[in-house]
């Protein structure tokens, strides 16, 4: 299957800052990838990339398998970072002005603007002013206008922040209905629970390089867990200390009888269990805890500091 | 190109502007506020003046030196002259206000020819009806000095050697006598002048709206929603386009005013036939939409490059100052229309559609078919240049958002190097 957009060794510099180095990255059909890294690791000039406001330096970008042009950008919706609209004017008159950007006729842009608002539940501020929308509904009406073209593939900086927990539901389905349509939706976020939940893949780049491009599946298997849920009938709190292991920590859970143990060297799970087993303690469960995509985030970046 | 994208940015911004109170209330309130303004300040005006010259005309005549024979007054003047027998007199009628001044002809005067005059303090508005009483006090020693020495129509002539009578000569070589009416004058020469001002103020108007609306989008990030939707350059003709469009509107608008204006004014007030400057009003509607697009596209070239509305409006104001050019060099204009001067204003291409229009409406000048089509020219090549430039500099502008102007960079986002 041909991807929807693909960069090979993309590079872009600021003056001395290099803002992307050797970047390679692809979204296929029905997929969504989570664009994620520290503040300024280079995101939303990657995303200004694809959208071909910002030039690379060096590289290619592919949109439907051909070189970037402006007839495939028409296929292509973007959500800025920095959200603007025209404060003094009507919703409505300001979709429709976007859609007609995007070649729409007035009536069919008119259309599905008010479909799309109807979808986030905005159907009431068709007429009102955008100055008189809150910072949420005005992110969604921005939302609006990206829905509004109904593109092959999405492009969206920071599409959740200030949302309340209502709307990015409704958002968040909207996205993943896209993906069942078979479009490409690429997403920068900080909210890393956003990602885990809705990301096929992620994207992980800090200081313009590329350092984990995976499944989200495979990125969180490939963490090592560091702790382990214990469900034990006796007190472990009491559990001796073990040279060879070496120092355990141990922390009650929710429940009682859970415990979460946290070793500070090496240990492996099959060696913690034996020690545990071996010391008396009436084990009933005994699980590594799943590392989250947060961990992994920061464990990746901590790593590259030392 | 998609015409539909540079239609779709032009509407908007139509719209945009013309719906703005602020645009509503210049495009129609001014004109009226501005013509109630200058009828309110010139009826006062005319009024102190009318007052001050019914009592600011008496002059007084103390004859020490017996240098006056007996004078009678000219029936129509507009000085009077009353003889007092000593200067005493004569200063305290002065400081009573009755009088506007009074000359001493002393026991000497016909030696050295001295006089003196004397008035209360100096006032610049007196000035004009002192020196008429000067003249016509000299008129009258003249006729005395003369008296009896010789022949009468001589006497006369050496009084009075000038009686100017007017002629005037049209270009077909036609000659007349007719009487200047100079309210008319006035009227025909008041329509250019305002008419070049209404343009220069439409084209800084509608420039800086354009700046406005680019420095806002700038600012709030929306210019970056509409490079994703359309090419650099149908946003920048669009933009000139609508907002063209707009400041159009607004100079018809203010043109047909004045007019309406002009001619309830010179009709009321019996000054004649009113003759409309249809010649500059058509040539000035062609040079108009060239001028602004001309104009249009170095502001917003340039006003592209400020990070905020305040900078834009600040780099753009540079091409707003040649504009006024025409209108500080007025004097000029008018007095030579046909001079070097208005012949290179009319040419330039900054200046041309004020220049233009100020010369297609004076009567004295002759504006030759190949001067129009020239100015024209220049004027369309120099629009084709700054617009096709303007376009691809315009994207390179907006592209250096948020960073410190640098021209090597600015080069190279143009793609020029």
């Known amino acids: 299957m041909l991807p929807l957009l693909s960069l090979r060794q993309v590079e872009k510099s600021y003056g001395h800052v290099r803002a992307l180095r050797a970047l390679d990255l692809e979204v296929m059909p029905g997929q969504i990838l989570g664009l994620l890294g520290p503040n300024g690791a280079g995101k939303s000039t990657l995303l200004r990339m694809i959208m071909d406001i910002v030039r690379p330096d060096a590289g290619t970008i592919e949109l439907f398998g051909q070189p970037l042009c402006r007839a495939s950008l028409e296929r292509v919706s973007y959500l800025p970072e920095e959200r603007g609209l025209y404060r003094k004017q009507s919703v409505i008159d300001v979709l429709v002005y976007l859609g007609t950007l995007k070649g729409q006729s007035r009536k069919l842009a008119a259309q599905r603007a008010l479909h799309w608002l109807e979808r986030v539940s905005l159907s009431h501020t068709a007429n009102l002013q955008v100055e008189r929308l809150s910072k949420g509904m005005s992110q969604k009406v921005q939302l609006v206008a990206a829905f509004m073209g109904e593109p092959e593939i999405y492009v969206l900086d920071e599409p959740f922040s200030g949302l309340d927990p209502l709307s990015l539901r409704e958002v968040r389905a909207l996205i993943a209905e896209q993906r069942a349509l078979g479009r490409g939706v690429i997403l920068s976020t900080h909210q890393m629970n956003e990602v885990e939940d809705l990301c096929d893949s992620i994207a992980l780049i800090d200081r313009g390089q590329l350092l984990i491009s995976d499944s989200i599946k495979n990125v969180l298997g490939a963490q090592v867990s560091n702790s382990y849920r214990v469900r034990c009938l006796d007190d472990l709190a009491e559990l001796p200390q073990n040279d060879r292991l070496g120092p355990l920590a141990v922390e009650r859970g929710a429940a009682p009888n859970d415990w979460l143990i946290i070793p500070a060297g090496p240990a492996s799970a099959h060696e913690i269990l034996n020690f545990m087993l071996g010391a008396g303690m009436r084990i009933e469960a005994f699980s590594p805890v799943q590392a989250t995509l947060e961990q992994a985030f920061l464990r990746t970046l901590e790593q590259r500091l030392v | ?417």
């Open chain 2, 1 to 417: 190109m998609q015409c539909l994208k540079v239609f779709a940015v032009a509407r908007f911004e139509f719209l945009s502007v013309v719906r703005r109170w602020s645009f509503l209330v210049v495009t129609v309130l001014m004109p009226l506020f501005l013509g109630a303004g200058v009828l309110g300040v010139g009826g006062l005006q005319s009024e102190a003046f009318s007052r001050r010259a019914n009592v600011a005309t008496t002059y007084a005549l103390v004859d020490e030196g017996r240098a006056l024979g007996e004078f009678s007054q000219e029936r129509d003047s507009q000085i009077r002259f009353v003889r007092l027998n000593t200067e005493r007199e004569a200063r305290a009628a002065l400081q009573a206000g009755s009088l506007s001044g009074f000359f001493v002809l002393p026991a000497e005067y016909r030696r050295d020819g001295r006089v003196q005059l004397v008035m209360l303090g100096a006032d610049p508005l007196d000035e004009l009806s002192t020196r008429v009483a000067e003249e016509r006090l000299a008129d009258l020693l003249r006729a005395q000095l003369l008296k009896d020495r010789l022949e009468p129509e001589l006497e006369a002539l050496v009084i009075h050697p000038l009686r100017v009578e007017r002629r005037t000569l049209s270009p077909t070589g036609v000659s007349g006598t007719e009487a200047v009416d100079s309210g008319t004058e006035l009227a025909k020469l008041a329509v250019p002048m305002l008419v070049a001002f209404l343009l220069m103020l439409a084209l800084i108007g509608t420039s800086s709206y354009l700046l406005q609306g680019l420095g806002a989008e700038r600012e709030n990030k929306v210019i970056e929603v509409l490079l994703a939707c359309a090419r650099a350059d149908e946003i920048f003709l669009g933009k000139l386009f609508g907002l063209g469009a707009a400041g159009f509107v607004q100079f018809a608008v203010w043109v047909s005013l004045l007019l309406v204006g002009l001619s309830v004014a010179v009709f009321s007030l019996g000054l004649g036939a009113f003759e409309v400057p249809w010649r500059a009003l058509f040539i000035g509607g062609a040079f108009v939409p060239l001028g602004y697009f001309f104009i249009g596209s170095l502001m917003l070239t340039t006003g592209s490059l400020g990070s905020n509305v305040r900078e834009s409006q600040q780099y753009a104001m540079i091409w707003a100052s040649p504009l006024v050019l025409p209108m500080t060099l007025l004097g000029s204009v008018l007095s030579e229309p046909d001079g070097r001067l208005a012949t290179f204003l009319s040419w330039f291409p900054f200046t041309s559609p004020v220049a233009l229009v100020l010369r297609l409406s004076l009567k004295n000048a002759h504006v030759s078919l190949w001067d129009v089509l020239g100015a024209a020219g220049v004027l369309l090549l120099c629009t084709w240049v700054s617009v096709t430039l303007g376009a691809r500099l315009f994207r390179a502008g907006l592209l250096m958002s948020g960073s410190a102007f640098s021209f090597r960079s600015f080069l190279k986002k143009t793609s020029l190097k």
